[in-house]
């Protein structure tokens, strides 16, 4: 009789028990593997080549508060630093993306976006460190995982510091026809800062050094053309043609946008500062004090985007 009824518990059970144990089979895969909302698991390292020539390889969001940091003013409205903190973050997944084969992925100068190490920071800071590093690293994660999207890629998500009043279509500058990277208006720079308007002056002698061109008494400039934007594409000195840009760089110009004088010296005057291609950091700190929101910010100089989350 008592085996009888230790075979029926049996038969009852083991069936109960199989179940159970495949249920919480799945039940776990289900919360560990790849398609679970763990953090951990979409953790994100980005190599950083230094200036000392070394590699740093660093968390994602760790390496955006040395980004935020270095790219634009502490005393920006927080909703332009939080579209500065996505913009970072789309940039450094795109560069990331595209250097899967080489040794680094970024630099720590403006040949990508500038970054500064918490040693540096420390020493820039002093005893503000810990109050600006919270403030910014609270503003990086307030975005954490977002980026920017067209057609469910990462974009190329260049930014640059003070617009001429518009800011430039991407083929004039970096040679795509992007449709996310086209010229809009951002005449509210002006208001932002004092440094809109510059004039550089040089030597004669400096001024065709730098351009590397024969010495002249007299500088006829012409052929002079200018894309929609008025940014110089390309200019003649002296019959010497040049690319608005490589003019630019020769001459360590804020911006392409420029004028020319002479006097008994020759002056430059430029209008804005950078390349002019995507979002305007100070645009954006204008646009934020109109109470304009992150999302609204980027999606005004990323046009036809969408913000999406890792």
């Not at 040949?111 to 918490?118: D, G």
């Not at 024969?214 to 594409?233: C, G, H």
């Amino acid at each position: 009789m008592k085996r009888l009824l230790l075979f029926i518990v049996l038969v009852v059970s083991i069936p109960f028990l199989v179940i159970n144990f495949f249920y919480s089979y799945k039940i776990t895969t289900k919360l560990s593997g790849f398609n679970s909302n763990n953090v951990e698991s979409k953790k994100i390292n980005i190599r950083i080549l230094k200036s000392n020539n070394t590699v740093d390889n660093l968390d994602l969001e760790d390496y955006l508060v040395g980004v935020v940091s270095s790219e634009v003013p502490l005393y920006f409205e927080e909703e332009a630093l939080k579209a500065q903190a996505v913009a970072a973050r789309t940039y450094a997944l795109k560069q990331i993306e595209n250097n899967i084969d080489k040794e680094y992925d970024v630099t720590d100068d403006t040949s990508s976006q500038v970054y500064s190490t918490n040693e540096e920071l420390k020493e820039r800071w002093g005893n503000k460190y810990e109050e600006n590093y919270n403030k910014i690293k609270n503003i990086v994660n307030s975005t954490k995982g977002e980026y920017i999207s067209y057609n469910d890629d990462y974009i190329y998500a260049f930014f640059f510091s003070t617009s001429n009043g518009k800011t430039e279509d991407n083929i004039n500058v970096f040679g795509e026809d992007l449709p996310y990277l086209k010229s809009v208006d951002s005449s509210f720079d002006e208001e932002e800062t004092d440094s809109f308007e510059v004039t550089k002056e040089f030597l004669k002698e400096d001024f065709y050094n730098k351009l590397e061109i024969p010495y002249k008494d007299s500088l006829i400039v012409d052929n002079i053309k200018r894309s929609e934007s008025n940014r110089v594409l390309s200019i003649n000195i002296n019959g010497i043609s040049f690319k608005g840009r490589e003019f630019q760089k020769k001459l360590g110009l804020r911006s392409n946008d420029f004028t020319i004088e002479e006097s008994n010296n020759i002056l430059i005057t430029t209008k804005g500062f950078g390349h002019g291609v995507g979002m305007s950091q100070y645009g954006a700190n204008a646009l934020a004090k109109r109470n304009k929101k992150y999302q609204e910010i980027i999606k005004y100089y990323y046009q036809g985007t969408e913000i999406k989350k890792l």
